[in-house]
Nanobody, 117 residues
Framework: QVQLVESGGGLVQPGGSLRLSCAAS????????MGWYRQAPGKQRELVAS??????TYTDSVKDRFTISRDNAKNTVYLEMNSLQPEDTAVYYC????????????WGQGTQVAVSS
C-alpha cells in the first residue's frame, strides 16, 4: 500500500518559517516527480514546487522563499518555507507522479499551514 505522509505544518507568524516533510512508503520516490501543492479555502489546488531528479520548479509567488528538496535514501521530500505570509495559508499536499507511467499518481492527506499574527 502506497502512502505519502506529510508533517511539519502549523501556525506561524508572518515572516516565520516552517519545514514540511513528505515521507513515502510502498514506493521508491526515485522515478517520481515529487510535488508540493496547496489549497486555500475557496480556491483551486495549485502547484507550489516540484522536483524531478535535481531539477526544481516553483510558482512565482514562492520563488526565493521556498525550497524543495528530496532525500532518496530516506524516501522523503521536503519543503522549506521562509518569509511566510498570510497568503501562504493553505492545506499543503504532497504528490508523487511517476515519470514513466502517467496514470500512476499518489497524494498525501495534507497538512495545514496557517500564517497569522
Amino acid at each position: 500500500q502506497v502512502q505519502l505522509v506529510e508533517s511539519g505544518g502549523g501556525l506561524v507568524q508572518p515572516g516565520g518559517s516552517l519545514r514540511l516533510s513528505c515521507a513515502a512508503s510502498g514506493i521508491s520516490i526515485v522515478p517520481y516527480i515529487m510535488g508540493w501543492y496547496r489549497q486555500a479555502p475557496g480556491k483551486q489546488r495549485e502547484l507550489v514546487a516540484s522536483i524531478t531528479g535535481a531539477r526544481t520548479t516553483y510558482t512565482d509567488s514562492v520563488k526565493d522563499r521556498f525550497t524543495i528538496s528530496r532525500d532518496n535514501a530516506k524516501n522523503t521530500v521536503y519543503l522549506e518555507m521562509n518569509s511566510l505570509q498570510p497568503e501562504d495559508t493553505a492545506v499543503y499536499y504532497c504528490n508523487a507522479q511517476n515519470r514513466f507511467v502517467a496514470t500512476t499518481n499518489y497524494w498525501g492527506q495534507g497538512t495545514q499551514v496557517a500564517v497569522s499574527s
